[in-house]
C-alpha cells in the first residue's frame, strides 16, 4: 500500500505569494494517477489536477502540478483569498493534507 | 452535468451495520469506464479512501477496511452502496461518493454519519 506524506503540514502566506506544497509517496507512484484536490471548510473536496500535471476543468491556470515517481509538488504562483484551504494529494489513498492560512 | 447525491442513516449503534446510497443523476452509472466510490473524513481529520466498484461490477477494498466493506452497484437505479459492518466511534464521519478514473472529479456534498448509543 502506497503511503503518501505531504509537507509541510501548515504553510502561513500572505497573498500574492507563491505556494509550494509538496507529496511524497512511500514507492514510484505512475504520474497518470496522482491527483491534487482542494478543500474549504463543510465543503467536499474538489479536483484540481489529475495525471500529477493537467489542470482539472474550470482551475485557473495559477494552480499548476509537477513531478513524477516518488516526488510531487503543486504550485499556486500567487495566492488569491479563495485559495487559503487545504490540499490534499492522493494516489487512491490520500495524504494527511497541507493547509494554507493567512499570514 | 453529473450529480452524486448520498442518502441513509445519519445514526448507528456500535456493532451495528452503516448502509449508505448514492443516487448519479445526469449521467449513467455504466457508461464510460469509470469506477464509483467512497471516500470517508472524521470530524477534523483527513480523507480516507474506503473502496470502489467498477462500471463492470468488480470491487477494490482499501485493505485496512476490507474485512468489514461491501460495496454493491443497482444499475436499474443508476446507484451504488455501501455498507460499513461491526462499526464503533472511529467511523463517525462525513461520508463521500465520488467518480473515479484516475482521479476523483464529481463528488456528492457528503453526509455525516454519527455511531453512537
Known amino acids: 500500500e502506497i503511503v503518501l506524506t505531504q509537507s509541510p503540514g501548515t504553510l502561513s502566506l500572505s497573498p500574492g505569494e507563491r505556494a509550494t506544497l509538496s507529496c511524497r509517496a512511500s514507492?514510484?507512484?505512475?504520474?497518470?494517477?496522482l491527483a491534487w484536490y482542494q478543500q474549504k471548510p463543510g465543503q467536499a473536496p474538489r479536483l484540481l489536477i489529475y495525471?500529477?500535471?493537467s489542470r482539472a476543468t474550470g482551475i485557473p491556470d495559477r494552480f499548476s502540478g509537477s513531478g513524477s515517481g516518488t516526488d510531487f509538488t503543486l504550485t499556486i504562483s500567487r495566492l488569491e483569498p479563495e485559495d487559503f484551504a487545504v490540499y490534499y494529494c492522493?494516489?487512491?489513498?490520500f495524504g494527511g493534507g497541507t493547509k494554507v492560512e493567512i499570514k | 452535468q453529473l450529480q452524486l447525491q448520498e442518502s441513509g442513516s445519519g445514526l448507528v449503534k456500535p456493532s451495528q451495520t452503516l448502509s449508505l446510497t448514492c443516487a448519479v443523476s445526469?449521467?449513467?452509472?455504466?457508461?464510460?469506464?469509470?469506477?464509483w466510490s467512497w471516500i470517508r473524513q472524521p470530524p477534523g481529520k483527513g480523507l480516507e479512501w474506503i473502496g470502489y466498484?467498477?462500471?463492470?461490477?468488480?470491487?477494490y477494498y482499501n485493505p485496512s477496511l476490507k474485512s468489514r466493506v461491501t460495496i454493491s452497484v443497482d444499475r436499474s437505479k443508476n446507484q451504488f452502496s455501501l455498507k460499513l459492518s461491526s462499526v464503533t466511534a472511529a467511523d463517525t464521519a462525513v461520508y463521500y461518493c465520488?467518480?473515479?478514473?484516475?482521479?476523483?472529479?464529481?463528488w456528492g456534498q457528503g453526509t455525516l454519519v454519527t455511531v453512537s448509543s
Open positions: 445526469g449521467g449513467s452509472i455504466s457508461s464510460g469506464g469509470y469506477s
Open positions: 465520488a467518480r473515479y478514473k484516475g482521479a476523483f472529479d464529481y
Open positions: 492522493n494516489k487512491l489513498t
Open positions: 466498484i467498477y462500471h463492470s461490477g468488480s470491487t
Open positions: 514507492q514510484s507512484v505512475s504520474s497518470s494517477y
Open positions: 495525471g500529477a500535471s
